[in-house]
């Protein structure tokens, strides 16, 4: 049996079509379902157990699963007494300068927040215990 290149191009494109039509109702179902947008602290910026006040760390968050990739924000309280990020937000896995607070807060610690900027509903804190010590501010 022989076929004419016309018909072997009509074959090509009703089996690509064929499998773009699969995979699309599939997508989301029971079968399927679409993983939960997920927050983690990245490897080799997680959050300190401890950091002397005005001192300075590098914080990263993983956002995964996230179809319109956008980034994570940082927070902490408490709120005014808990120290700042710079920036406050970046692309998942991009570290930001999180800065201590110049005193140390009522009961000894602040908690950093990395949350998923496409979905607020999800994110992973830390507990960070600050020390009077010696500032070393975020280098410029």
């Known amino acids: 049996m022989t076929f004419r290149r016309s018909h072997l191009l009509s074959i090509l494109?009703?089996?690509?079509t064929a499998?773009?039509?699969?995979?699309?109702?599939s997508c989301g179902t029971q079968d399927n379902p679409i993983?939960?947008?997920?927050?983690?602290?990245?490897?080799g910026f997680v959050p300190p157990g401890s950091l002397n006040t005005g001192a300075y760390a590098g914080i990263a968050g993983t956002v995964t699963n996230d179809p319109k990739n956008g980034g994570v924000g940082f927070s902490c309280t408490p709120v005014g007494a808990c120290g700042t990020f710079t920036p406050g937000g970046a692309p998942s896995t991009?570290?930001?300068?999180?800065?201590a607070p110049s005193t140390v807060p009522a009961g000894n610690?602040?908690?950093?927040?990395?949350?998923?900027?496409?979905?607020?509903?999800?994110?992973?804190?830390?507990t960070i215990t600050i020390l009077n010590g010696a500032p070393n501010p975020c280098p410029p």
């Open 109 to 126: 610690t602040v908690t950093v927040t990395a949350t998923s900027v496409s979905d607020n509903t999800k994110f992973k804190s830390a």
């Open 13 to 16: 494109q009703l089996a690509i």
């Open 94 to 99: 991009i570290p930001v300068c999180y800065l």
């Open 35 to 43: 993983p939960p947008i997920t927050v983690t602290f990245s490897t």
């Open 19 to 25: 499998a773009v039509i699969t995979t699309l109702l």
